[in-house]
């Protein structure tokens, strides 16, 4: 999955995994640092989980919007307005690239969950 293709919290998500990894061996020691990158990761967790449900929030109101331009769609063809046409047009075309980029994103937030909880639980 290329960058472009990942959620907004990527960067923040690898540099904290890197450190859960580095700090690992000192585990048994109950190190304060540990714990601490331990509880960065849970946070993280619970942003990229907010993050998810805001973008499906979004998601259902994109799905909403495309249908109701159909609407518009064959209300501006009866009426022959031609620019009302090409604004409907632009948007029918626009709506599903960003839909598929959110929906790539949630997928990369979710892999990145499974990343961090198999952290976690290997701990």
Known sequence: MSDS???VFAKEV???VRNFEL???YKRDSSAKFQQAKRDLDGMVEKIRVQNDED????????????SLGTAMARA???DDRGVLYEINRELHEIPIRFHGI??????MAADINKISGLVIEQ
């Open 77 to 79: 063809r009866a009426n």
């Open 103 to 108: 929906a790539a994103e949630m997928v990369s």
């Open 56 to 67: 499906r929030e979004t998601l259902i109101r994109l799905r909403l919007r495309f249908t």
């Open 23 to 25: 700090l690992r061996p």
């Open 14 to 16: 690898d540099e904290l």
């Open 5 to 7: 293709d990942r959620h």
